[in-house]
Nanobody, 115 residues
Framework: QVQLVESGGGLVQPGGSLRLSCAAS????????MAWYRQAPEKQRELVAS???????NYADSVKGRFTISRDNAQNTVYLQMNSLKPEDTAVYYC?????????WGKGTLVTVSS
């Protein structure tokens, strides 16, 4: 199995920045896609950004130009750099990994954007 641990969440003012990290362990070989999802209070969980093992990325329209996903295969870690944060970015952010058709989830890290 794959274990995922997120870190880097916290409180930030609108316009500020945060960098989230997700460390993968266990059966990390053959992981194809890693992604960040988020879930705001009383909202559905939504895809924020994804990255393949080859480095191809995809972003939700709401974060394009502000967020950047990256992957360090040697460290088995995926990052989400979040700039120009808005109050509507407030949510619990979850790391996701896909391996051999099966998905794995971290416990989540809370990001609060407020003045």
């Amino acid at each position: 199995q794959v274990q995922l641990v997120e870190s880097g969440g916290g409180l930030v003012q609108p316009g500020g920045s945060l960098r989230l990290s997700c460390a993968a362990s266990g059966r990390i070989f053959s992981i194809r896609t890693m992604a960040w999802y988020r879930q705001a209070p009383e909202k559905q969980r939504e895809l924020v950004a994804s990255i393949t093992s080859g480095g191809n990325t995809n972003y939700a329209d709401s974060v394009k130009g502000r967020f950047t996903i990256s992957r360090d295969n040697a460290q088995n870690t995926v990052y989400l750099q979040m700039n120009s944060l808005k109050p509507e970015d407030t949510a619990v952010y979850y790391c996701n990994a896909e391996r051999m058709g099966m998905g794995y989830w971290g416990k989540g890290t809370l990001v609060t954007v407020s003045s």
